[in-house]
């Protein structure tokens, strides 16, 4: 069965950084977009980026543009989110998440369980 287990969320001082992993399994991780989304303490879901099978294209908010970086270990079956510059708007519960197909833009159909990141010590 599909699993996506995050890990790598914690506490980071404003300016700081995290990096997020996201484990895949129970699928050909090679074959199928990836995307990070995230839902702070009392607001709705914000998707934050994407990327494409072999990480040629990736695609990000507004809201962390130049800031966050996604990427893909396709060997190890992981996605990444290298988070930089964090603010306390970051904080938030992190989630990965398999697209139904090579775009990047969703549908997804697979979630994780989340990390929480939080860009405030």
């Known amino acids: 069965q599909v699993q996506l287990v995050e890990s790598g969320g914690g506490l980071a001082q404003p300016g700081g950084s995290l990096r997020l992993s996201c484990a895949a399994s129970?699928?050909?991780?090679?074959?199928?977009?990836m995307t990070w989304a995230r839902q702070a303490p009392g607001k709705g879901l914000e998707w934050v980026s994407g990327?494409?099978?072999?990480?040629?294209?990736?695609y990000y908010a507004d809201s962390v543009k130049g800031r966050f970086t996604i990427s893909r270990d396709n060997a190890k079956n992981t996605l990444y989110l290298q988070m930089n510059s964090l603010r306390p708007e970051d904080e938030a519960l992190y989630y990965c998440?398999?697209?139904?197909?090579?775009?990047?833009?969703?549908?997804?159909?697979?979630w994780g369980q989340g990390t929480q990141g939080t860009g405030s010590s």
């Open positions: 129970g699928f050909t991780f090679s074959s199928y977009a």
């Open positions: 990327i494409y099978i072999d990480g040629s294209d990736t």
């Open positions: 998440a398999k697209a139904a197909t090579v775009v990047a833009g969703g549908p997804y159909d697979y």
